[in-house]
């Protein structure tokens, strides 16, 4: 980091609107020091969901697109009714152990990020000690889409838990005229 202001200060203090490049004072070259830092710490980050890792069978990355001309304030409506839809105690043997919301940003920054509970009872017991395997279930919008990561925490495979979950949702979704792929793994 020091070696970065290090050379913030040396740009700014060779582009300085003083007399041959050299700042007419120290409060100058620390306003022009500070607005050059301001500007590149202030400037958001472009959203790109982590991409899941090759040959994965437990991690999901899709695209999913409202109908043409939906606005971000009703993209994210659109997602937490899906979320909201999807059942407390799980559905066809998938997540009974229910899931929280954890990070809800739509309508400002466009995330929201859900855990979702695997494997509980004596299939835990035998596979996790007894603690239930925990998923993430991402979703940034990036425009006119929203991307969508599905990923078991840990494990090699999920026995199927994230595509049954994204389907779901993505039925949903296809209901309110969303155009979705059905999920599948990365090959």
Not at 32 to 46: D, E, I, R, S
Not at 62 to 87: F, N
Request: charged fraction near 20%; include cysteine.
């Amino acid at each position: 980091m020091k070696s970065f202001l290090s050379l913030i200060l040396f740009v700014t203090s060779a582009t300085s609107s003083g007399a041959f490049g050299v700042p007419s004072s120290r409060r100058e070259l620390f306003q022009q020091t500070a607005v050059g830092t301001a500007a590149f710490f202030l400037t958001p980050a472009a959203h790109a969901i982590e991409a899941c890792p090759k040959g994965s069978k437990n991690c999901i990355v899709t695209v999913w697109s409202p109908p043409e001309g939906t606005t971000k304030k009703s993209m994210a409506l659109a997602l937490r009714s899906a979320i909201y839809s999807y059942p407390k105690n799980g559905q066809e043997k998938v997540d009974v152990g229910g899931y929280e919301i954890v990070q809800d940003d739509l309508e400002t920054l466009g995330t929201a990020r859900v855990e979702f509970k695997s494997g509980v009872g004596n299939f835990s017991k035998f596979l996790n000690g007894g603690k239930p395997f925990i998923d993430d279930l991402t979703f940034e919008i990036n425009g006119d889409h929203v991307e969508v990561r599905s990923a078991s925490r840990m494990g090699d495979n999920d026995f199927d838990v994230n595509r049954k979950r994204l389907v779901f949702l993505a039925n949903t979704l296809r209901s309110a005229g969303w155009s979705v792929e059905e999920p599948t793994y990365y090959k």
